[in-house]
T-cell receptor
Framework: DAKTTQPTSMDCAEGRAANLPCNHSTISGNEYVYWYRQIHSQGPQYIIH???NNETNEMASLIITEDRKSSTLILPHATLRDTAVYYCIVRVDSGGGADGLTFGKGTHLIIQP | NAGVTQTPKFRVLKTGQSMTLLCAQD?????MYWYRQDPGMGLRLIHY???????AKGEVPDGYNVSRLKKQNFLLGLESAAPSQTSVYFC??????????FGPGTRLTVL
């Protein structure tokens, strides 16, 4: 699986959009981009994933550049409860493969009141 | 639905003692995973299972054994605990390959 690079930490004001970048310049054509987050002392929580196209769900939006070498996770209206470590993960989905996720150190997002 | 549950939540062991961590899921998921997370680090995969009766090694399997006798349960065993196994252990399950559901974790300290 390709490696990812994320900033160590970021701040965002409550109510504003939080934009979390991720660099994955060695991504392969069959690798997806996943985002999980981990609120302090809890298990990780799935947020969103995508291959080429931008994706949106009730939690966030995922913007993937045309060359797929980087992506941005957008939390449209950040709240204090969004303070967490956010992990960008790139992996091959082998359609039935059960290999685990490879977590880096992620970005510690701090929402300021 | 309870989702993924882990037992116990906390445990303190002495070096050389053994213990078993239990993971249970009620979502009828085929795949289950055990990860460990050390302070300030991301999670690392210990073992995983693609179905009842099957197990496979992950990134850091040494010192651990697992069993999946029932589809809903995945057990992680430490036969002879070492201080290096002090960590937070997370179990996860998934129906298909895209979304893993995680348990709340077990905090293990080995003295």
């Amino acid at each position: 699986d390709a490696k990812t690079t994320q900033p160590t930490s970021m701040d965002c004001a409550e109510g504003r959009a939080a934009n979390l970048p991720c660099n994955h310049s060695t991504i392969s054509g069959n690798e997806y981009v996943y985002w999980y987050r981990q609120i302090h002392s809890q298990g990780p929580q799935y947020i969103i994933h995508g291959l080429k196209n931008n994706e949106t769900n009730e939690m966030a939006s995922l913007i993937i550049t045309e060359d797929r070498k980087s992506s941005t996770l957008i939390l449209p209206h950040a709240t204090l409860r969004d303070t967490a470590v956010y992990y960008c993960i790139v992996r091959v989905d082998s359609g039935g493969g059960a290999d685990g996720l490879t977590f880096g150190k992620g970005t510690h997002l701090i929402i300021q009141p | 639905n309870a989702g993924v549950t882990q037992t116990p939540k906390f445990r303190v062991l002495k070096t050389g003692q053994s213990m078993t961590l239990l993971c249970a899921q009620d979502m009828n998921h085929e795949y289950m995973y055990w990860y460990r997370q050390d302070p300030g680090m991301g999670l690392r995969l210990i073992h995983y299972s693609v179905g009842e009766g099957t197990t496979a090694k992950g990134e850091v399997p040494d010192g651990y054994n697992v069993s999946r006798l029932k589809k809903q349960n995945f057990l992680l065993g430490l036969e002879s605990a070492a201080p290096s196994q002090t960590s937070v252990y997370f179990c996860a399950s998934s129906l298909i390959w895209n979304e893993q559901f995680f348990g709340p974790g077990t905090r293990l300290t080995v003295l």
